[in-house]
């Protein structure tokens, strides 16, 4: 099963509005990234959360993090029709700080903005 | 470029065939990564490569699938005898040094379509 679960699975709003996206987890982790995703091809960084950190913001994004209950949020703020993608929350789960980084990732949320 | 690239963007092959995979990463990146996303689905974890060695390959589906880094640099993925199974978005990612703390940047992907 995936590390990492999004929900919901998709989510349709009106241009404008937030959209909140959210991710569960089962293992400890070092850092969960969000990602973004058009059109099925490459994926785009969005933000890094430490372990060791409970909140992050850039621009219209905010991320929190909380680790007792293994869950992430995505904030999406003042949404745009280029937010139009899906969105991955992806795991670091690695028990060193060097060596195999490798991501486990969710299924997704598929945001649909309504201009 | 400065980003990951990834040649071809399509291949269509006929089950049984071989194909390879390209994957150029940042200059400079020592760390790289495979993944394959199949439709609907995130991406999941093939291979790991530190400098020219391959440090987890766990994610392979089986013998068929190979991937090399001869020079640090480039690497290319390899698939024997394709499997309709096999067909899926093949992404590559490289990060500066593998660190948990490096962001992975991905490449566009090369859609693989086995008839």
């Known amino acids: 099963s995936q590390q990492g679960e999004e929900d919901p699975q998709a989510l349709s709003i009106q241009e404008g509005e937030n959209a909140t996206m959210n991710c569960s987890y089962k293992t400890s982790i070092n850092n969960l990234q969000w990602y973004r995703q058009n059109s099925g091809r490459g994926l785009v960084h969005l933000i890094l959360i430490r372990s060791n950190e409970r909140e992050k913001h850039s621009g219209r994004l905010r991320v929190t993090l909380d680790t007792s209950k293994k869950s992430s949020s995505l904030l999406i703020t003042a949404s745009r029709a280029a937010d139009t993608a899906s969105y991955f929350c992806?795991?670091?789960?690695?028990?060193?700080?060097?060596?195999?980084?490798?991501?486990?990732f969710g299924t997704g949320t598929r945001l649909t903005i309504i201009p | 470029g400065a980003g990951v690239s990834q040649t071809p963007s399509n291949k269509v092959t006929e089950k049984g065939k071989y194909v390879e995979l390209r994957c150029d990463p940042i200059?400079?990146?020592?760390?790289l990564y495979w993944y394959r996303q199949s439709l609907g689905q995130g991406p999941e974890f093939l291979i790991y490569?530190?400098?020219?060695?391959?440090?987890?390959d766990s994610g392979l589906p089986n013998d068929r699938f190979f991937a090399v880094r001869p020079e640090g640099s480039v690497s290319t993925l390899k698939i024997q005898r394709t499997e309709r199974g096999d067909s899926a978005v093949y992404l590559c990612?490289?990060?500066?040094?593998?660190?948990?703390?490096?962001?992975?940047?991905f490449g566009p992907g090369t859609r693989l379509t086995v008839l």
């Open positions: 992806a795991t670091d789960d690695s028990i060193s700080n060097f060596g195999n980084e490798k991501l486990t």
């Open positions: 200059s400079g990146h020592t760390a």
């Open positions: 990612a490289s990060s500066r040094d593998g660190s948990s703390y490096n962001e992975q940047f």
């Open positions: 490569f530190q400098g020219t060695g391959a440090a987890d």
